[in-house]
């Protein structure tokens, strides 16, 4: 069974750092690109960051740009979102999302880890 | 940023009726085009891609179609497990700048 699972999300007070991960399991995490999509706290979904099958490429959407990076291990089969400079509008439900063959789209997602920014 | 926009916010249907959920990008995506559902307290959950593609598992009833700017997604006979929040999503730029639209909720009427 293909699976997601995400962990790392904390309360973190505006201007602090947070790691996340997600363990992948049930297919080849080397041969997909993975996502990081979020979801504040009843609002819609924004993608935030993608990253190729070998790391070699990465995009960022504009709201968190410079400030947070995607990295992957592939010999953990572990994708992670380094959060840094965090601000009260990166409050959201944080999920990690597997690629569906190259097209961008997410085909396998997990469940989520909840970051809060607060003071 | 290609902007998504998504029709109608809520709608409200039928058990048994037939849905018509309408998304509008701001600039072609072509075939670019993704639909998931959501359920509260759940992840996402993909049901359509490349504009019409039905993902592995999603039942008959569920159906997309459209290109350029203009997306629909039909349920042709609403069940009570359909009752959900619809996103769409274009993959169609590079770089890649993933954009969902602001989703429709498909309500028990």
């Known amino acids: 069974e293909v699976q997601l699972v995400e962990s790392g999300g904390v309360v973190v007070q505006p201007g602090g750092s947070l790691r996340l991960s997600c363990a992948a399991s049930?297919?080849?995490?080397?041969?997909?690109?993975m996502h990081w999509v979020r979801q504040a706290p009843g609002k819609g979904l924004e993608w935030v960051s993608l990253i190729s099958w070998d790391g070699g490429s990465t995009y960022y959407a504009d709201s968190v740009k410079g400030r947070f990076t995607i990295s992957r291990d592939n010999s953990k089969n572990s994708l992670y979102l380094q959060m840094n400079s965090l601000r009260t509008e990166d409050t959201a439900l944080y999920y990690c999302?597997?690629?569906?063959?190259?097209?961008?789209?997410?085909?396998?997602w997990g469940k989520g880890t909840t970051v809060t920014v607060s003071s | 940023e290609i902007v998504m926009t998504q029709s109608p916010a809520t709608l409200s249907v039928s058990p048994g009726e037939r849905a018509t959920l309408s998304c509008r990008a701001s600039?072609?995506?072509?075939?670019?085009l993704a639909w998931y559902q959501q359920k509260p307290g759940q992840a996402p959950r993909l049901l359509i891609y490349g504009a019409s593609t039905r993902a592995t598992g999603i039942p008959a009833r569920f159906s997309g179609s459209g290109s350029g700017t203009e997306f629909t997604l039909t349920i042709s006979s609403l069940q009570s497990e359909d009752f959900a929040v619809y996103y769409c999503q274009q993959y169609n730029n590079w770089p890649p700048a993933l954009t969902f639209g602001g989703g429709t909720k498909v309500e028990i009427k």
């Open positions: 999302a597997k690629d569906g063959a190259g097209y961008y789209y997410m085909d396998v």
């Open positions: 600039q072609s995506v072509s075939s670019n």
């Open positions: 049930g297919f080849t995490f080397d041969d997909y690109t």
